[in-house]
């Protein structure tokens, strides 16, 4: 059973999904609280801007009255200092607006008026009712209210307030100095809004601006408008189509957000943890690669998993194919022992038929060569254990056991060749255990010559060790690392060998394959590939 690999692709990691899903969340209660209050300052600047365009029409006939007025003498107000002069050279001068209501630039409720302390120019009044027809035109289009002030601040236009004097206000009194001045002012409705206004600061607020009217660098009057800012609700009704696609493309984004989420953790999840349980219920199902991997995590985690799985299912096979030969094999010769024993027990009772001395000695002879054997299958299964509990993080090469290999079989020539130092991720002790049966077990079987090849593969190291031994016929070649299968039951072999050979390499990353061939008996040994030392220079 070969466990699946994912598909080598790039994939987001699991860390990046998180924090871009962590940040999305993130701005989402951030865009709610300041929607509104955007919006808000949006329409007031968008009142504000109306406000100067209209303004600055009435300044330039109004100025334009008073200019055909001089010659009669009619007075002007302060004289604008050099510094606050727009530049001659400048064909145009804006005003941008610039009111806040995030800064708070909101102010108390407009003062009322108050007596002035002197009545406004006869001339004056004469421009306010030649004004006052274009104001109410205007008044009735831009739903502004209009107040047009003398140079000392006395109202000559306006539904009210006439002939009373508004210098005393803030933005009136820095208009009357030359400098154009707006304010955001507290309004109190006409009567109270619906609750879900409160969300909008902009329906309680009135936006006033003061225009100076300049006339030869001295004030000749003030333009002062005002108007409440379109509600915001109001608005987001007039553009309820915007704002419907612009609803729909979040709801949009929502359900992306959730279906990247959904392919890329909560299903590769549920598809592993559903393969989880199938392989614990030992259902070959289990093993069948997941749908999709979604992140580089999972894919990763999957392969851990699936390789994980594979080597538990490997062995516990083994485990009970083991179990199944260890008992049959302990069997026969338990069983032999005891039926001799019983026989040689009787003898001894009997008063006839007594067991003769060469009898006697044949049973003997059997007792002792199953004790030999059963003892031979002790030593193999302490091996088989040792050899699996011994550290996998250790490094050897086989130029470290060449020596020890030829000494405990000096009667057969081992050859080697290839790169003999290359580091491998077995420790000593365990590789000159698994070249110890594959020498033995080539020797049992005739073989005079024996050769180690290794090849360096990078991550893996290949070992081809043949010999000239007896061939393996093609119905053994299946069943050659299968526990207690041996051909030399007669001359002691205990079958466990190569079974001791396959299991070390298969706890320690490994792998053993028997290559086809007819002239010699060959085993590829595919080994882990350990760390090459660090050089280092001495100067």
């Not at 994939?11 to 808000?40: E, N």
């Not at 006869?122 to 107040?147: C, D, M, N, S």
Request: with cysteine; hydrophobic share 45%.
């Amino acid at each position: 059973m070969i466990a699946p690999k994912p598909k080598k692709k790039w994939r987001p990691s699991l860390g990046q999904i998180v924090f871009g899903v962590l940040a999305l969340v993130a701005t989402l209660p951030l865009v709610g609280l300041f929607f509104f209050r955007i919006y808000d300052n949006q329409l007031i600047r968008q009142t504000q801007a109306e406000l100067i365009a209209q303004s600055g029409v009435l300044a330039a006939v109004f100025a334009e009255e008073v200019s055909a007025r001089l010659a009669a003498g009619i007075p002007l107000g302060a004289e604008i200092p050099p510094e606050a002069r727009p530049d001659a050279a400048d064909e145009v001068t804006p005003i941008r607006p610039l009111l806040d209501l995030l800064a708070n630039d909101l102010f108390v409720r407009r003062p009322d008026a108050r007596e002035a302390p002197q009545p406004a120019d006869p001339a004056y009044v004469a421009i306010g009712a030649r004004l006052w027809p274009i104001i109410r035109e205007t008044q009735k289009v831009t739903l502004a209210g209009f107040r047009v002030l003398d140079p000392q601040g006395v109202v000559i236009a306006g539904r009210d307030e006439m002939g009373k004097s508004l210098a005393h206000i803030d933005e009136i009194a820095a208009a009357l100095k030359g400098r154009y001045s707006a304010a955001l002012r507290i309004r109190i409705p006409d009567k109270a809004p619906p609750p879900i206004y409160s969300f909008s600061r902009g329906v309680g607020v009135h936006v006033f601006s003061a225009m100076p009217v300049i006339v030869n660098d001295h004030v000749a009057g003030v333009i002062y408008t005002s108007r409440t800012p379109r509600n915001i609700f109001e608005h987001l009704y007039v553009e309820r189509g915007k704002f419907i696609a612009a609803g729909s493309a979040i709801v949009l984004t929502t359900l992306l957000v959730g279906l990247i989420v959904a392919r890329t953790i909560t299903r590769p999840m549920c598809e592993l943890v559903d393969r989880a349980g199938r392989i614990g219920r030992s259902d070959p199902a289990g093993f069948r690669p997941l749908a999709h991997y979604g992140t580089r995590d999972f894919a990763e985690l999957a392969e851990h998993f699936f390789a994980m799985a594979e080597q538990l299912a490997r062995r516990s096979s083994y485990l009970r194919n083991f179990s199944a030969h260890l008992t049959h094999e302990l069997k026969s010769p338990l069983t032999s022992i005891k039926g001799a024993a019983e026989l040689m027990l009787d003898s001894l009772h009997a008063t006839s038929g007594q067991l003769t001395p060469a009898e006697q000695e044949t049973f003997l002879t059997n007792i002792l060569g199953d004790a030999e054997r059963l003892d031979r299958m002790a030593q193999r299964l302490r091996e088989l254990a040792r050899a699996e509990a011994l550290q996998q993080s250790e490094a050897s090469s086989l130029d470290e056991v060449i020596g020890p290999l030829r000494e405990r079989f000096p009667a057969a020539q081992i050859g080697t060749g290839g790169a003999l130092r290359r580091p491998i991720r077995l420790s000593s002790e365990t590789l000159l255990i698994v070249l110890t049966h594959l020498a033995d077990n080539a020797v049992r079987h005739g073989a005079r010559t024996i050769s180690l090849e290794l090849d360096d593969r990078a991550e893996q190291v290949i070992l081809k060790v043949s010999n000239d031994g007896n061939p393996i016929s093609p119905a053994n070649r299946e069943r050659v690392f299968d526990a207690f299968f041996t051909t030399r039951r007669d001359s002691g072999g205990t079958g466990m060998g190569l079974a001791i050979v396959r299991a070390v390499m298969m706890s320690h990353g490994g792998q053993i394959d028997l290559l086809p061939s007819d002239d010699e008996v060959c085993f590829e040994l595919r080994l882990p590939a350990g760390e090459e030392p660090r050089q280092t220079h001495l100067k």
